[in-house]
């Protein structure tokens, strides 16, 4: 683990999640969008020429990830992205360690037009699980639990799963208290969202590209704060 990155209110790790998150402290949410367990070869030609999809394989996306990352003993909330396949073990380990929790989504409105013997990858999931205290917070309207937007291009980011804004801001919205922990950075969507809400942010993120490009939407995000401030 290399010395963190401070830019304002957020603090960036690069580095592994799994061992630096234990050291963190209490946060009042983790908001996590780990690595997806489903199987990521198939569906011929048109999976095959897919950016997004050949970076998941690439990066080993598409392997799961251990849940022991998330605990009531860090954040009084967690806010946890997983695949259709991994609702009931994700939803059942959640159900052991809070009081409560929701199932939301977000609705791609441009999805991939593949379907591989299933149904179209139209939705995404996520739990919102909380304990007492830490319960979801925001207007009426936050408080839906599906959000429709558009799939911005994996290339954009040059990452594959990059979540849109209009998602991560109303997910910021949503979780209770000022400090926001996600484990699983990327480029840093749910970082740019704290740090637009005023929020305390830390981030980690083993992929140095990815890190940088966080580093760089991050402190664009709060250089508009500090001139909008």
């Not at 080993?60 to 009931?88: E, K, Y």
């Not at 909380?130 to 980011?157: C, E, M, Q």
């Not at 926001?180 to 830390?202: H, L, Q, W």
């Not at 939407?217 to 508009?224: G, K, N, Q, V």
Request: glycine share 8%; with cysteine.
């Amino acid at each position: 683990m290399t010395s963190p990155t401070i830019i304002g209110p957020a603090t960036l790790y690069l580095g592994d999640a799994y061992a630096i998150r234990p050291t963190l402290g209490f946060f009042d949410a983790d908001v996590l969008d780990p690595p997806f367990l489903y199987n990521a070869v198939g569906a011929g030609k048109h999976r095959k020429v897919r950016y997004a999809t050949k970076a998941i394989i690439a990066e080993n996306m598409a392997n799961g990830f251990d849940h022991q990352i998330i605990s009531p003993l860090w954040a009084g909330g967690v806010v946890v992205f997983c695949h259709n396949d991994q609702l009931p073990e994700v939803g059942a380990h959640l159900k052991g360690l809070f009081r409560r929790f929701i199932l939301g989504g977000w609705s791609k409105t441009n999805p991939m037009p593949v379907a591989n013997k299933h149904y179209l990858y139209d939705t995404e999931y996520y739990f919102h699980a909380w304990n007492s205290g830490y319960h979801p917070v925001g207007s009426i309207a936050d408080k839906r639990r599906f959000t429709s937007a558009p799939v911005a291009s994996s290339k954009l980011f040059n990452h594959p799963t990059v979540k849109p804004a209009a998602l991560m801001d109303k997910i910021v919205r949503n979780v209770a208290g000022a400090s926001i922990c996600d484990p699983f950075m990327g480029t840093g969507s749910t970082g740019v969202a704290a740090v637009r809400a005023g929020k305390r942010f830390v981030g980690i993120e083993h992929n140095p590209a990815h890190f940088e490009t966080a580093v760089r939407r991050i402190t664009t995000a709060f250089a508009e704060m500090e001139r909008a401030a």
